[in-house]
């Protein structure tokens, strides 16, 4: 060990004892009830966990990659056993497992992302600086473009209204996107903007405008607002992302239609020829077609039919395409066989749902939520038995086998006591 390393060590060991914490297999530290006193200290990405929990076990490995990757940040990376300390789980209001929480000062954010290692420290990475970071060197930029699906600039003098907003933006976004500013001179080798201010996002190379920054002087302050708040919602994703259990909700924030290609990924997250050709004839017609369709939709493919099928309320071969009205939560279906659809009939079913003749499915009433819940309660169920038979009987059919014994002497008080008087008579007969 180098002399450096050593006093690393030694630090180390005094956060761990300070913490009150038993011995960690990983950088992950483990924390008590005395965290809620030195919460404050710095910044921090923390998994509230119970020792029974599935999804908990799941998340462990990835959450020690995690500390690993954010080993040499200012952020620290810890786990608390609601269970053993319930006091700290309050402070927090845990209310499920498990909930990772990024940490800092008196604020604390709740991360409702996919729990994958990159999206976890993306998260904890953005969340760990301030809001919009200035980039003061052209290098700074490539590395960006490297390393980031999506980021914002800022290119112009950091003042007047286009600049607020995009800072105010950056803030209430900040758990969701990666918000830089950088001067003229800079900008120039990497983007070609005509006028300033201009309000960039890079995505898969290439680069799009908020469309008013250099007019926005001219407009009401309020438009402006809506505008970039607006735009920074809608261009955040991907053109095709995958969408996940988590990150669905976000995209239903666009209130554009959301499209979605449904194949099924087996645990290795290999798609059948078939499907993934399917899957790559949706992309290859929207990226062609982006401007077209760019205002009004949002595309994306799931890799879990299951996601569909809750939204849909029904089972749905794959691969297939599902479309969803974000305000109104109605759905839509191609009437036509999906291996068989031609980039033409897609273009054809994109259009009759935006002049509205398309058979709309669903939506958000009272009796299509009530479905929803006893669909979920069916899929449950059904998940669980095919996951482990044994322990779902047990569950269910302990209680189910007291019940109907309880329920058999109350109603049946006297059932066996007929039951064998025939009997009875029998013998007595012969
Ligand atoms: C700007 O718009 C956002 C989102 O609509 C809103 O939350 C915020 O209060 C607005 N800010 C101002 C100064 O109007
Ligand atoms: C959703 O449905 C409503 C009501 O029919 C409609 O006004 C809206 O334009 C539709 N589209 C989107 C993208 O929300
Ligand atoms: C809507 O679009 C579809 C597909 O292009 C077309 O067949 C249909 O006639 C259109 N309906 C209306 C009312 O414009």
């Known amino acids: 060990m180098s002399p450096k390393s050593q006093w690393a060590w030694v630090l180390l060991s005094a956060l761990l ?12 530290l483990e924390l008590s009830d005395r965290f809620i006193d030195v919460r404050h200290e710095g910044q921090w990405l923390v998994m509230f966990y ?3 929990c599935g999804y908990c076990k799941k998340t462990e490995p990835i959450f020690a990659l995690v500390a690993q990757a954010l080993h040499a940040t200012n952020v620290r990376v810890g786990r608390l056993d609601c269970t053993k300390y319930p006091a ?4 927090f209001k845990v209310r499920g497992y498990p909930t990772i929480m990024f940490i800092k000062g008196n604020m604390e954010f709740t991360y409702n992302g996919d729990r994958s290692r990159d999206e976890l420290v993306d998260y904890a990475l953005r969340m760990s600086g301030p809001p919009v970071q200035l980039v003061t060197r052209t290098e700074s930029v490539d590395m960006l473009k490297g390393s980031h699906t999506i980021f914002f600039m800022f290119v112009g003098q950091q003042e007047g209204v286009v600049w607020d907003t995009y800072y105010a933006a950056a803030e209430g976004y ?3 996107g990666f918000f830089y500013a950088t001067g003229e001179d800079i900008a120039a080798q990497h983007f070609d903007f005509e006028k300033l201010p201009a309000v960039i996002v890079y995505k898969e190379e290439q680069h799009h405008f908020y469309p008013h920054g250099h007019l926005a002087h001219e407009m009401d302050p309020n438009e402006v607002n809506e505008t970039i708040f607006q735009w920074v919602n809608v261009e955040r994703f991907t053109l095709f992302p995958k969408v996940t259990r988590f ?3 976000q995209l ?13 990924e087996d645990k290795l997250n290999q798609i059948a020829t078939h499907e993934l050709e399917f899957r790559d004839m949706v992309e290859g017609v929207i990226r062609k077609h982006r401007p077209r369709y760019h205002g009004k939709f949002q595309f994306g493919w799931i890799g879990e039919p299951s996601i569909a099928h809750s939204i849909i309320l029904d089972q749905l071969p794959t691969p297939h395409l599902i479309a969803i009205n974000s ?15 031609t980039p033409q009939a897609l273009h054809l079913f994109l259009e009759s749902i935006v002049n509205e003749s398309a058979v709309a499915y669903g939506g958000d009433t009272y009796f299509v939520r009530l479905n929803r819940a006893l669909f ?3 899929r449950s169920l059904r998940d669980m038995w095919q996951g482990n038979p044994v322990l779902t009987t047990v569950i269910f059919g302990l209680p189910l086998g007291f019940l109907s014994l309880i329920m058999y002497s109350i109603f049946c008080g006297d059932c066996l006591v007929t039951e064998e008087d025939p009997e009875e008579d029998h013998e007595k007969k012969e």
């Open 50 to 52: 119970a020792p029974w």
């Open 174 to 176: 900040q758990e969701h």
């Open 88 to 91: 700290a789980a309050k402070e």
């Open 247 to 249: 990150n669905i909700h």
């Open 376 to 378: 979920e309660v069916r």
């Open 327 to 341: 305000s109104t939560q109605h759905h839509f279906i191609p009437d036509d066989d999906p291996l068989q659809m």
């Open 252 to 264: 239903l924030k666009t209130n554009k239609y959301l499209v979605l290609a449904v194949v099924q």
């Open 17 to 28: 004892l300070a913490l009150g914490s038993a011995a960690v297999s990983s950088r992950v």
